[in-house]
């Protein structure tokens, strides 16, 4: 099993900005992709991003993209997401999430990539 738990969410004002952490334990080799997903109230989940474990690579949505960042550090089995000029429309539960190499070929964008997730950490921006 692997198990992962975000943290940094808080109230914030438009315009401040978070970095949310994701600390990844249990069998942590199994781990190919690290995803991230947000999902306000009455929404579906959206992709926000991807890193790989291995290289770093990272995928951004276009939506995020200018403002958010992804990044990693396999010493710490942590995956960052930088938040900077959060807006309302930010408002949301992020979730991380992790997959392993044997859905490598289906899209980091769908939900389905990924094997475990986490309960999330929750993002509230206002005006």
């Known amino acids: 099993q692997v198990q992962l738990v975000e943290s940094g969410g808080g109230l914030v004002q438009a315009g401040d900005s978070l970095r949310l952490s994701c600390v990844i334990s249990?069998?942590?080799?199994?781990?190919?992709?690290m995803g991230w997903f947000r999902q306000a109230p009455g929404k579906e989940r959206q992709f926000i991003g991807t890193i790989t474990a291995s290289d770093g690579s990272a995928v951004l949505a276009d939506s995020v993209k200018g403002r958010f960042l992804i990044s990693r550090d396999n010493a710490k089995n942590t995956v960052y997401l930088q938040m900077n000029n959060l807006e309302p429309e930010d408002t949301a539960v992020y979730l991380c999430a992790a997959g392993s190499s044997a859905r490598r070929f289906t899209l980091p964008s769908n939900p389905n990539r990924y094997d475990y997730w986490g309960q999330g950490t929750r993002v509230t921006v206002s005006s």
């Open positions: 249990g069998r942590t080799f199994e781990v190919y992709r």
